[in-house]
C-alpha cells in the first residue's frame, strides 16, 4: 500500500480529538460496522498446503500455461483421485502396495 500525496496527515489536535467506534455509534451502529465480515470468504473446501517432489518437466510444462498452473494441476490430480477412489477397495492387507490398475482404468506395466 502507498499513501497518497494529497493525502493530509492528521494534526496532534485531530489525533487527540479520536474517540472509539463504540463511544460514537449507537450500539446497533456499532454492531454493523464490527459484524462485517473482512478478507478472503472462507473456501467450502480448504486447500492444504503440502510439499511434494516432482518431475522438473512436468512443474516446467505447467508454469508455462502461466498463472493458474497450480490449479490446473490440482485438477488434474482430483480427477486422478476420483479415478482410484471409483477403484475396487482392497484387503487391508494389501493396503501401502501399488495398485495393480493405473489411472484410467489400464493395467500397470511391470
Known sequence: MTIEDDT???TEVQLAEMRPARAVLTPQQ???VASVRR???KAQAPKVPVTIRLDADVVETYKATGDG????MNECLSRGAQELRAL???H???RGKKPSVGLGGKAKAG
Open 8 to 10: 493530509a496527515e492528521l
Open 30 to 32: 456499532f454492531e454493523a
Open 39 to 41: 478478507g478472503r470468504p
Open 69 to 72: 498452473w497450480q490449479t490446473r
Open 88 to 90: 475396487p477397495k482392497t
Open 92 to 94: 487391508p492387507r494389501d
